[in-house]
T-cell receptor, first 112, second 110 residues
Framework: DAGITQSPRYKITETGRQVTLMCHQT?????MFWYRQDLGHGLRLIYY?????ITDKGEVPDGYVVSRSKTENFPLTLESATRSQTSVYFC???WGAGDTQYFGPGTRLTVL | GQQLNQSPQSMFIQEGEDVSMNCTSS?????WLWYKQDPGEGPVLLIA?????ELTSNGRLTAQFGITRKDSFLNISASIPSDVGIYFC??????????FGPGTSLSVIP
């Protein structure tokens, strides 16, 4: 049972390109989250989803787009990557809104 | 908005020493959580606290839910090299959302 997986684990791209980070879970958790982790900022919430086709903005949503057509997948798209989006991105899931969150292994993204 | 502050920001300790870190806020919370992030991995839940004054242990780790409900503490006894990582506190807000602190980075010198 893989639990929660993220792909790719590492990605290098150029400014202006579109990039999609994938998150897949096998637990059927209702909630899914996307965070970015930067030195000095800890974990900042980008977007979250309460269920399929229900998404909402977090603390730092600008420049990102999400979708959730299936419960198990929650892709994060950077429509036109910028250097400030260089970061480590974590996907997390939970049963309910305030329940324990389980994190994926992360995707390290570098935008040149 | 609601935010959590963690101190210290980073720690360098000798193997075998005890460690103390804390998490504070100006807001009241009903649930406090402590996560650990190993290098290159995602955070993993260590301890959850649900009641003011609660003291919970998990092996060498002990966490406490502050009486004021505005803070929480994490202690690690007899540190070992695998304790290295970033420790995040988190709290559940009245709106059923979880917010995270900025983390305390722990380095253990053998």
């Amino acid at each position: 049972d893989a639990g929660i997986t993220q792909s790719p684990r590492y990605k290098i791209t150029e400014t202006g390109r579109q990039v999609t980070l994938m998150c897949h879970q096998t637990w059927s958790h209702s909630y899914m989250f996307w965070y970015r982790q930067d030195l000095g900022h800890g974990l900042r919430l980008i977007y979250y989803s309460a269920a399929a086709d229900i998404t909402d903005k977090g603390e730092v949503p600008d420049g990102y787009v999400v979708s959730r057509s299936k419960t198990e997948n929650f892709p994060l798209t950077l429509e036109s990557a910028t250097r400030s989006q260089t970061s480590v991105y974590f996907c997390a899931t939970s049963w309910g809104a305030g329940d324990t969150q389980y994190f994926g292994p992360g995707t390290r993204l570098t935008v040149l | 908005g609601q935010q959590l502050n963690q101190s210290p920001q980073s720690m360098f300790i000798q193997e075998g020493e005890d460690v103390s870190m804390n998490c504070t806020s100006s807001s009241i919370f009903n649930t406090w959580l402590w996560y650990k992030q190993d290098p290159g991995e995602g955070p993993v839940l260590l301890i959850a606290l649900y009641k003011a004054g609660e003291l919970t242990s998990n092996g060498r780790l002990t966490a406490q839910f502050g009486i004021t409900r505005k803070d929480s503490f994490l202690n690690i006894s007899a540190s070992i090299p695998s304790d290295v990582g970033i420790y995040f506190c988190a709290a559940k807000t009245s709106y059923d959302k979880v917010i995270f602190g900025p983390g305390t980075s722990l380095s253990v010198i053998p």
